[in-house]
């Protein structure tokens, strides 16, 4: 199945709230003919945006193939939290791969914050960034791991923006009972994604990158040049970066076996207006610490952006408003009733690890995706990484292509029915609270 259009009508973002509140920009032109380029980037959503723009800034001959629209797969479609770290957290990395190589990584995902705040502000993106970004737990155990977590942090990594809730502190912010405590990180933040996605990629076409949408890619072969096929068009080109994440597809089968396709769903809903204080009195962005995840914060304009629910086919579910209201009301039960105006999935790539993956699938081919929900700042980042190293400026790659990702069981055909029955066993788990 080919999840480019499995789900979403060809040329034309879906109907969200943020594309209802983002301002389009005129489709760019499919890719017809022969071309050549110094670099062939696939994917249009934020690596590969990243990617042109860090090139094309740099002075490279750049070429962004699109099968849909820049920013239509899971980069204009997100929670919108740029989080600090890793999406594994520092001690699970210091346990698997060692003090030294964690600290490595806090680095580069510190990089990965300030390099999405600074290309937020050179190029004038307005998004709405806001700071803050809170984990929440729903047992006394789960909110004793995150103060001392926030411990961790400050004593290891120097790192002092996080704020320790207990139920009554937290329930002043966020007044649901779910919840008995929190940490809140202030120096990570929340954001309109589409509209940084869309900031994006006229930052990289305003730098010289060529962007073409409605051009498939069928095939990349190797070489010297490399040569990457469209439906209707080819471009021979020096490097060649993968960045497609959840819609790779078949494209590089090494990348398919360790980065597994997922969707996720998220509605908004009516304006709240006074209201909006039974959901947050500050403006901030929260995610639950349970494996299944729920996240939401509000909007601009006031409605809850609420993003949950289980869903583990490739297909949508045929009401995603009764899938993400279940979760929902569960967390805010004071907002029955309430309408919920949008409705929108998406699908994301995730990884056994929950580790980004980046490759060398080729010497001249460089991939990046698997950011499992973590990818606002961290595929941005990956985009900056592989265009460093087509430039020969390989560490920060190279740091990030060297964390172990293990292949997912059963190949191509089993891996989806291990992972539902998997995710099944973990959501069982948080409806009991173990």
């Known amino acids: 199945m080919d999840l480019i259009y499995a789900n979403d009508a060809a040329g034309a973002y879906p109907e969200s709230w943020y594309a209802a509140t983002a301002q389009e920009l005129a489709p760019f032109p499919a890719l017809e003919g022969e071309t050549r380029a110094d670099v062939c980037v696939v994917g249009g959503g934020y690596t590969g945006l990243s990617a042109a723009l860090h090139l094309a800034e740099a002075g490279l001959d750049v070429v962004l193939l699109e099968a849909q629209r820049v920013g239509f797969g899971a980069s204009g479609r997100n929670g919108g939290q740029l989080g600090s770290g ?15 190589r964690a600290r490595v990584l806090w680095n580069l995902a510190e ?47 120097d790192y002092h923006a996080i704020e320790t809730h207990d139920r009554e502190s937290w329930h002043e912010i966020c007044p649901s009972p779910a919840y008995r405590g929190a940490i ?43 040569v990457v096929t469209t439906d209707h068009g080819r471009v021979r080109a020096d490097h060649v970066i993968l ?34 204080r039974e959901v947050l009195t500050r403006d901030v962005a929260v995610a639950d610490a349970r494996f299944v995840v729920n996240y939401f914060r509000l909007s601009h304009d006031g409605r809850l952006l609420f ?26 039960p004071q907002l029955r009733g309430v309408a919920l105006e949008h409705a929108w999935g998406g699908t994301l790539g995730i990884t056994m690890s929950r580790m980004p993956y980046l490759a060398r699938v080729a010497p ?71």
């Not at 004038?124 to 909110?143: E, F, K, M, W, Y």
């Not at 990180?185 to 010289?208: E, K």
Request: glycine share 12%; hydrophobic share 45%; aromatic share 6%.
């Open 111 to 157: 990089e990965a914050k300030r390099l999405v705040k600074d290309l937020i502000a050179r190029h004038g993106i307005d998004c709405h960034l806001r700071p803050g970004v809170a984990l929440t737990a729903a047992s006394a155990g789960d909110v004793s791991e995150l103060h001392a977590y926030a411990r961790h942090l400050a004593e290891r990594y």
């Open 364 to 434: 001249s081919v460089l991939s990046a995706s698997g950011y499992s929900g973590h990818g606002v700042g961290t595929a941005i980042h990956a985009g900056a990484l592989m265009a460093r190293a087509v430039q020969g400026e390989s560490a920060g790659f190279d740091a990030m292509a060297a964390v172990p990702t293990p292949a997912f069981p059963g190949g191509r055909r089993l891996r989806s029915p291990l992972l539902l029955l998997a995710m099944s066993w973990y959501a069982l788990r948080d409806r009991l609270g173990l």
């Open 86 to 100: 890793q999406r594994a957290d520092q001690v699970k990395l210091e346990a698997t791969l060692g003090a030294a």
């Open 307 to 332: 993003g949950g629910g289980e869903s583990y086919g490739y297909r949508f579910p045929k009401d995603i408003r009764a899938t993400v209201s279940k979760p929902m009301l569960q967390v805010f």
């Open 243 to 276: 960045a497609a994440n959840g819609y790779l597809g078949g494209l590089e089968p090494s990348v398919a076996r360790r980065v597994m396709p997922i969707n996720n769903f998220i509605v908004a809903t009516e304006p709240l207006g006074h209201r909006a």
């Open 184 to 226: 809140l990180d202030t120096d990570a933040a929340h954001l309109h994604p589409l509209r940084l996605s869309l900031g994006l990629a006229r930052a990289a076409r305003d730098a010289g990158a060529r962007l073409h949408e409605g051009s498939h890619v069928r095939a990349v072969t190797p070489g010297a040049p490399n």
